[in-house]
């Protein structure tokens, strides 16, 4: 499997997230071992609920394992090009736009953070201040002008 970037705080967020979990999953078992002492398991709300929980639980773990042991923490911010860490603003002629370009699985463009993995990140990775960039979107090309990279 390949490398997944990450900044740090994007990094840290996904720790606390496994450590979380971890300590949520030991009440999980004890509420699964209880709904199994209750009996029928075939008609019993309480345990299908607990295993449920427990499968999420879990799940979410291995996920969580398999994406820590490949991240990789970019931290070496280039301040004169758009990279991880980049945080950018864009014109289309009409309005500017700030992104942050965050690590390949943090993306959230409702927040402001891009990946340089989705179409934007792609174009505008590397790209310095004043380069003029196309994107084909759904409603067809857009061309923005890069003005600032902090």
Known sequence: MRQIRFTKEGYEKLKKENEDLLSERRPAVEDLRKAR???????????KS????????DRRLRIISSTLKHAVIIDDVQRNVVAIGSTVTLSDGEREITYAVVGDLEANPDQG?????????????????????NIQTPTGNTTYTIINIA
């Open 113 to 133: 953070k891009i990946s340089l993995m989705s179409p934007l990140g792609k174009a505008i990775e590397g790209k310095k201040n004043t380069d003029v960039v």
């Open 50 to 57: 607990a295993k449920s929980k427990l499968s999420l639980i």
């Open 37 to 47: 002492d209750m009996g029928d398991l075939s008609e019993n709300g309480y345990y």
